[in-house]
């Protein structure tokens, strides 16, 4: 059974960080793409980030610089490190993998 939980969000004031995790279970993340996406109060589901087998990042263009994605293949787990954030970065982030989804986790960047 696959099961990814993601942990880390929270509230935190404009240029501010918070690692994100995503902890997998059921599935080794080192052999597959993983993804992070958000979602907005009233908005769609947004790419954010992904990270291959081969462990090479791809960032939406609104994160790129700010966030960085990265594995740990003896947790099981990736993070998305965030930094220098801003209100719209407010939402909440999925992690995915191979059609699975966790249950997210709310970001709130408010001063």
């Known amino acids: 059974q696959v099961q990814l939980v993601e942990s880390g969000g929270g509230l935190v004031p404009p240029g501010g960080s918070l690692r994100l995790s995503c902890a997998a279970s059921?599935?080794?993340?080192?052999?597959?793409?993983v993804y992070w996406y958000r979602q907005a109060p009233g908005k769609e589901r947004d790419f954010v980030a992904k990270?291959?087998?081969?462990?090479?990042?791809n960032y939406a263009g609104s994160v790129q610089g700010r966030f960085t994605m990265h594995r740990d293949d003896a947790k099981n787990t990736v993070y998305l490190q965030m930094n220098s954030l801003e209100p719209e970065d407010t939402a909440v982030y999925y992690c995915?993998?191979?059609?699975?989804w966790g249950q997210g986790t709310q970001v709130t960047v408010s001063s």
């Open positions: 995915t993998v191979n059609g699975f």
């Open positions: 059921g599935l080794a993340l080192r052999i597959n793409i």
């Open positions: 990270l291959t087998r081969y462990g090479v990042a």
